[in-house]
């Protein structure tokens, strides 16, 4: 006779195919949890109860496909059902056995997968009818549980010897939208136990056909082999110490489709307020799409060792977003269709110590093995200031001492750190010069001065770094300033006087040029950072001339300006002939002050407004001076 579901649980079966899962290969997973379960129970059964201590054959679980009939069978030598437990566990909807039995067993050490009830009813999703047989050892018959889904289930009595479970889904027919037949092929049905339940500690096994030449002749034969499909052992569970670099580098490139081996392998599990393992791989080489919308950051999850969730971004922060790798943890606390995550508090707990992890493990390599760190930071680095700039600083702190700066100290990378630990007496800043390579900032005007007293300069290369060191403000009490902007106060108190002096002297010639260039120039004025070069331009507190070079680049952001200051060298040749210029033909100085801006601008790397008036200024400025 046919029984019906209750009225919620034919909602909730509607819920199970329509909504709950969004990908229908998940279903084969569920079922395999569910018979690994069944096998857990009747092995951890038979150490205290005679009654299913005999086995009449391994424990495993076995699939069958049969394209005639259009079945998919799932067999297991678990525990069974008698047929209460089948009435209770699949006649009703979210009623799970497993849990059930751990709740009963709290003291016992055992890793159930399923807790929810409701996986079994994925089946429905590519199923059309489905028939579980199925004999407990503590019932001498065995019963057959049969549905076609919201109609209903029957449970009749059947001959079966064998205890254990045996669940048969005859598939529904292909149609415009769907194609259920792919699960009846025998390399979908490998690739989907491979991707989700490769690390079932129970062989899953199927019969694989194959067709092969005979020997010594060019007759074909077709060989059917029982095949082991999934590895069992992951390899995160293994003792470390037995593991190869070898084994790791092959389980690496094979799982995340690498070429090269990984640069660092990060392997270790937790025990404590959340038990997990975890093995994390950073790459050796940066992945072609790495800083696009195209690439797809996070760690692979699992849960007893069943696969969860691919690109799980929640478990790393996007400042290591480069780390791939998967963890496995007994603790999470899953949702019903175990494909979304809960933000639970174990969650939280999860991510921070994995993030602790990996800020560790770098804070090491960059300790004891430096060569290793700075090819790190080649391919990475630029991930770690971005992390620094982002969500306003909040990651400062965790960041700083892990990025690295090209320095005029020996032309290497150093850290903050280690700055700090070379400052001259009485030095109150940390100055950096920002451009777009070492050999042209070692040439700006601004620098030569302050590489001839012997001060450290920070080169920053990257469009992030000047953003990144405004988060930061300061480090270990020293400001960072940049030698392209505002007072840098180098001078001695005699070259101080000496310079207001040359200011007074000069202060109409020096109004003279303002007022040429007014429109492009906050200030005209004379330089005290200048040694041998004429003119230099650097901008005013705020935003700098580099940061407006960026910021450009966004069609949006064309018309921000860095308020910018033209500098002169009043002990240049050139300020000599200026102050000529202006005493004995002044309507000259306003070409020469714009061809002087126009310089200026070129050294700093800007656009000149209009380059062929500045060419035709500069011819006829040398045919002047011939005359």
């Not at 067993?105 to 199925?134: L, P, R, W």
């Not at 136990?193 to 067709?211: A, G, L």
């Not at 996007?318 to 019903?336: A, C, H």
């Not at 971005?386 to 032309?411: C, P, R, V």
Request: with cysteine; charged share 30%; proline share 3%.
């Amino acid at each position: 006779m046919k029984k019906q579901f209750k009225a919620e649980s034919k909602r909730l079966l509607d819920l199970m195919i329509h909504s709950i899962y969004t990908n229908k290969d998940i279903f084969l997973r569920e079922l395999i949890s569910n018979a690994s379960d069944a096998l857990d129970k009747r092995y951890f059964l038979a150490l205290s109860d005679d009654k299913v201590k005999p086995y009449t054959s391994e424990l495993a679980i076995q699939i069958q496909v049969d394209k005639d009939h259009r079945t998919l069978t799932i067999v297991d030598t678990g525990i069974g059902m008698m047929q209460d437990e089948l009435e209770n566990n699949l006649g009703t909807i979210a009623k799970s056995g497993s849990l059930d039995f751990k709740q009963k067993n709290t003291d016992e050490n055992i890793d159930i997968i399923g807790q929810f009830g409701v996986g079994f009813y994925s089946a429905f999703m590519v199923a059309k009818k489905i028939t579980v047989e199925s004999r407990s050892p503590f019932e001498e018959t065995a019963y057959c549980w049969q549905s076609e889904g919201e109609d209903g289930y029957t449970i009749k009595p059947i001959l079966k010897e064998e205890i254990g479970t045996k669940v048969i889904l005859e598939l529904k027919e292909d149609s415009e939208e769907e194609n259920y037949s792919e699960y009846l092929d025998s390399y979908k049905i490998q690739q989907l136990v491979s991707k989700y339940s490769d690390y079932i500690h129970y062989p899953i096994k199927m019969d694989i056909t194959t067709e092969k030449t005979k020997e010594d002749s060019e007759e074909k034969e077709i060989i059917i082999e029982t095949k082991t499909l999934n590895s069992m052992v992951p390899l995160w569970k293994r003792n470390k110490k037995e593991i190869t670099e070898e084994e790791y580098n092959n389980f690496y490139m094979n799982k995340f489709t690498d070429w090269n081996k990984p640069a660092k392998v990060i392997h270790y599990n937790i025990e404590g307020n959340i038990s997990y393992n975890a093995l994390l791989f950073i790459p050796s080489a940066v992945p072609y799409n790495f800083y696009s919308s195209e690439y797809q950051s996070g760690l692979q999850l699992y849960s007893k060792g069943v696969f969860i969730k691919d690109k799980a971004h929640e478990l790393v922060p996007e400042y290591f977003r480069f780390v791939k790798g998967l963890v496995d943890s007994n603790d999470l606390n899953l949702n019903i269709s175990r494909e979304i995550l809960q933000q639970d508090r174990q969650m939280k707990l999860l991510e921070k110590s994995i993030e602790k992890k990996i800020k560790n493990t770098l804070e090491d390599l960059l300790k004891h093995d430096r060569s290793q760190y700075e090819a790190f930071f080649d391919n990475f680095g630029l991930q770690l200031k971005y992390g620094i700039y982002q969500d306003y600083g909040m990651h400062a702190e965790t960041l700083k001492d892990l990025i690295l700066f090209k320095s005029s100290y020996q032309d290497q990378y150093t850290t903050l750190k280690e700055y700090i630990s070379r400052l001259k007496e009485n030095q109150e800043q940390i100055y950096y010069v920002a451009g777009h390579d070492v050999e042209t900032l070692k040439k700006l005007p601004q620098m030569e001065q302050l590489l001839d007293k012997g001060y450290e300069v920070l080169y920053l290369l990257d469009s992030v770094d000047e953003f990144a060191l405004n988060i930061l403000r300061m480090y270990d009490g020293k400001a960072f300033k940049s030698v392209q902007q505002g007072e840098l106060d180098l001078q001695s108190e005699e070259e101080k006087q000496a310079n207001k002096e040359k200011i007074e002297e000069n202060k109409d010639l020096l109004s003279a040029i303002q007022e040429a260039i007014k429109e492009q120039v906050k200030e005209v004025k004379i330089s005290s950072r200048l040694k041998s070069h004429p003119v230099c331009l650097v901008a005013d507190e705020g935003l700098s001339i580099e940061m407006e070079k960026v910021l450009k680049q966004n069609p949006e952001a064309k018309d921000i300006q860095a308020t910018k200051i033209l500098e002169i060298n009043p002990n240049h040749q050139l300020f000599e002939t200026l102050q000529k210029v202006h005493q004995n033909n002044p309507e000259l100085i306003k070409d020469y002050a714009e061809v002087l801006y126009d310089q200026a601008l070129l050294i700093e790397g800007l656009p000149i407004k209009d380059p062929i008036r500045y060419a035709n200024k500069v011819c006829q400025l040398m045919i002047d001076a011939n005359k």
